[in-house]
């Protein structure tokens, strides 16, 4: 089946750092993908989609200086959250899918960040 | 988006058969009905998803109603693996919305040995 590699799966790190969250779809052509934020006990948060090649379209609330997305492949895209502060620790989830309609999105492990 | 209601958590017991429902009143003719469970730690993982028709999959089927203003997720034989929090979500094919799928609050399901 469709599968979704994300990386690294754990950061602990100081605040003020950047940190960098790579997603990539393995044996499909992404044309597609979404990050999403999820904060304990509660349901995932959708925070922007990006097509590859195109600038990625940030949901209302979301800081797009704040959190960086570049998807420059059919197979690859980078969240980077910069100068991280604690209250930017949560459980981040890429997901991708297709250009196919209607087909299922593949989700990733998920990246669980801990900004000090 | 269309939205969802589900129940916040139900409770099965192993080998048994599991009905989670799902109300969407709301929904459009354009809208197919998603199923996605998460499980502790994990991202999502898709189900099943249908448009009018009963589906049938490896894992579960998805009953839909007739008005298909709503929906159920069946577990035929649930196994302490299927705990995990399950998802009902509408996502439009066309315009805008149609790329995104959009979470509710889930219900949790918790299975007995």
């Known amino acids: 089946g469709a599968v979704v590699s994300q990386h690294p799966s754990r950061v602990i790190c100081k605040s003020g750092t950047s940190v960098k969250i790579e997603c990539r779809s393995l044996d499909f052509q992404a044309t597609t993908m979404f990050w999403y934020r999820q904060f304990p006990k509660q349901s995932l948060m959708l925070m922007a989609t990006?097509?590859?090649?195109?600038?990625?379209?940030?949901e209302q609330g979301v800081e797009k200086d704040k959190f960086l997305i570049n998807h420059a492949s059919l197979t690859l895209s980078t969240l980077t959250v910069t100068s991280a502060h604690p209250e930017d620790s949560s459980f981040y989830i890429c997901?991708?899918?297709?250009?196919?309609?209607?087909?299922?999105?593949?989700f990733g492990d998920g990246t669980r960040l801990s900004i000090l | 988006d269309a939205k969802t209601t589900q129940p916040n958590s139900m409770e099965s017991n192993e080998e048994e058969p599991v009905h989670l429902p799902c109300n969407h009143s709301?929904?459009?003719?354009?809208?197919?009905i998603h199923w996605y469970r998460q499980l502790p730690s994990q991202g999502p993982e898709y189900v099943i998803h249908?448009?009018?028709s009963n589906v049938n999959n490896r894992m579960a089927s998805l009953a839909i109603a007739e008005d298909r203003k709503s929906s159920t997720l069946i577990l035929h034989r649930a196994t302490l693996r299927d705990a995990a929090v399950y998802y009902c979500i509408l996502r439009d094919v066309q315009g805008q919305g149609a790329q995104k799928l959009v979470f509710g609050q889930g219900t949790r399901l918790t299975i007995n040995p």
């Open positions: 249908g448009l009018t």
């Open positions: 709301t929904i459009s003719g354009t809208d197919y």
């Open positions: 990006s097509n590859e090649g195109s600038k990625a379209t940030y």
């Open positions: 997901s991708a899918r297709t250009g196919i309609s209607n087909q299922p999105q593949h």
